[in-house]
């Protein structure tokens, strides 16, 4: 059974493990520690299916710890999470290995929710450190010595400068009118939307050349997982294919985390939009939104008018 969570701040936060192993829960109650809080309680995923949540108080954190949990259980007992995300707006923090990708997405994603592919401590005490409204930099304890504190601190660094940044835009953009007021010498003219559009082998072709500069440079260098996504489901549009989650996460070509990131990222911007498969509940498919779509078919046909290859 679960029971409330005191974090030590005299508040009713609630955090809840869900984990069939317990060294997989120890990983998640360790976590919490490093951001000055601590599990009490945990369910197990038989528990989850039930719908047994006991608990006293407001729930603001679900760590769900999927791994190594077989794939018809987590279908049944997804959705029961995704019920308290959304009654109990609490966010969630799913731990999945990559072969899990499509049937965690199909119940669970974008806002306040959290994917981690085969994570670390400090990976997770990252992810609950936001998700966590009550946390802040100033809780993350400097522990000499510890590797995942030092990594943890990094991270920690890392959101807290990102932040800072997307306020400065966002300041800027309010004064200015926004970033489209802003003009550059390489700006496309306007165009009507395409008369022809591109076929997927043309698309194709696009994604090929780009995936090629990794053979003559550094890896990572070239990650751009958005444009890349965004390749990806034109072309499977334009050729009547449909995209799976974790196919969609091979196409960013970046680490299945970053790609699930990315992916949440863009569904709450309105630029993807989620399918569920009606022959498996398990997997839900990706698309393009309309607004995507005649974006992507306007950008092709400056392309075209002003004599360019797209890349």
């Known amino acids: 059974m679960l029971r409330a969570t005191d974090y030590g701040r005299g508040d009713s936060t609630l955090a809840l493990i869900i984990a069939d ?13 490093l951001v000055g809080g601590e599990f009490r309680g945990q369910s197990d995923w038989q528990g989850a299916i039930a719908g047994r949540f006991d608990h006293n108080g407001p729930i603001e954190l679900v760590a769900a710890e999927v791994q190594g949990v077989a794939l018809d259980i987590l279908a049944a ?9 959304e009654s109990a707006r609490a966010h969630v923090v799913v731990a999945l290995d990559v072969d899990q990708i499509d049937v965690v997405t199909a119940a669970l994603l974008g806002d306040r929710v959290e994917l981690l592919c085969a994570p670390t401590v400090a990976d997770r005490a990252a992810a609950f ?34 932040s800072r940044v997307l306020a400065r835009l966002s300041a800027d953009e309010r004064r200015s009118g926004g970033v489209a007021d802003r003009k550059i010498a390489y700006a496309a003219p306007p165009t009507a939307p395409a008369v022809i559009s591109p076929t997927g082998a043309e698309i194709r072709r696009v994604i090929r050349a780009r995936r090629m500069r990794d053979q003559f440079f550094a890896d990572g260098l070239f990650e751009d997982p958005a444009w890349d996504m965004l390749l990806d489901l034109y072309a499977a549009e334009i050729e009547g294919a449909q995209v799976s989650v974790s196919s969609l996460c091979i196409a960013a070509a970046v680490a299945p985390t970053t790609a699930l990131r990315w992916i949440a990222r863009m569904t709450d911007a309105g ?13 839900a498919f990706l698309a393009l939104s309309e607004s995507a779509r005649e974006k992507m078919g306007r950008y092709f046909a400056a392309l ?3 004599g360019l290859e797209a890349l």
């Open 21 to 33: 192993d317990s060294a997989i829960a120890a990983d998640a109650e360790q976590a919490i520690a």
């Open 77 to 85: 007992a997804l959705p029961r999470i995704a019920e308290m995300h």
């Open 129 to 162: 450190a936001v998700a966590l409204t009550g946390f802040s930099r100033d809780v993350l304890h400097d522990k000499s010595g510890d590797g995942e504190s030092a990594q943890l601190r990094h991270l920690n660094e890392e959101v807290a400068r990102i």
């Open 271 to 283: 630029l993807f939009v989620r399918q569920p498969d009606p022959f498996d509940r398990r997997r």
């Open 304 to 306: 075209r008018q002003n």
